[in-house]
């Protein structure tokens, strides 16, 4: 799977959009992109996934470049519970699709 | 519904020992995955199961770890003669399969500290 590179943190004013980027420039045409998040003290919860189109759902919005080689997930209403580490992963789908975790994004929302 | 869930929360154990860590995944979920974490990092995959057969052990550090999951549900994780660099937290994460989407669902994780 495609190696990503992710700033080590962000903060965000509470209200605001959260706007975190990913780059992936090596990912090979059948990897999708993954987000997933990872609260203080919980489990890593799946955010949302693409593959070459934009993508939103109830809890953010993924914009992949026409390349494919970055990515951003959109938070446009960030809140305190927001803040977290935002991990970006690219997987072959139809393998074993073990999640490769780098260090992500350690996202903090302020007042 | 209910989730993933892992006993022990906590566990501490002595440099040497055996443990034993539980994963229940959510009914019905056949792909079951187990992660370690440690301080800082994101999670490190160990292994994956397809139900009762491990799929990919490919991320079992070395011969101390072991995992089992015997009837396709369940699963144990576990760990000979402990030590101090196990120290982590295991997390555990289930997914439907077949599925178009890969979302897996994660557990609180087992908090394992050797002394």
């Known amino acids: 799977d495609a190696k990503t590179t992710q700033p080590p943190s962000m903060d965000c004013a509470e209200g605001r959009a959260a706007n975190l980027p990913c780059n992936h420039s090596?990912?090979?045409?059948?990897?999708?992109v993954y987000w997933y998040r990872q609260i203080h003290s919980q489990g890593p919860q799946y955010i949302i996934h693409?593959?070459?189109n934009n993508e939103t759902n109830e809890m953010a919005s993924l914009i992949i470049t026409e390349d494919r080689k970055s990515s951003t997930l959109i938070l446009p209403h960030a809140t305190l519970r927001d803040t977290a580490v935002y991990y970006c992963i690219a997987i072959t789908v139809g393998t074993a699709s073990k999640l490769t975790f780098g260090t992500g994004t350690r996202l903090q929302v302020t007042l | 519904g209910a989730g993933v869930s892992q006993t022990p929360s906590n566990k501490v154990t002595e440099k040497g020992k055996y443990v034993e860590l539980r994963c229940d995944p959510i009914?019905?979920?056949?792909?079951l995955y187990w992660y370690r974490q440690s301080l800082g990092q994101g999670p490190e995959f160990l292994i994956y199961?397809?139900?009762?057969?491990?799929?990919?052990d490919s991320g079992l550090p070395n011969d101390r770890f072991f995992a089992v999951r015997p009837e396709g549900s369940v699963s144990t994780l576990k760990i000979q003669r402990t030590e101090r660099g196990d120290s982590a937290v295991y997390l555990c994460a289930s997914s439907p399969r077949p599925s178009g989407n890969n979302e897996q669902f994660f557990g609180p994780g087992t908090r394992l500290t050797v002394l």
């Open positions: 693409g593959l070459k």
């Open positions: 009914s019905g979920h056949t792909a």
């Open positions: 199961f397809q139900g009762t057969g491990a799929a990919d």
């Open positions: 090596t990912i090979s045409g059948n990897e999708y």
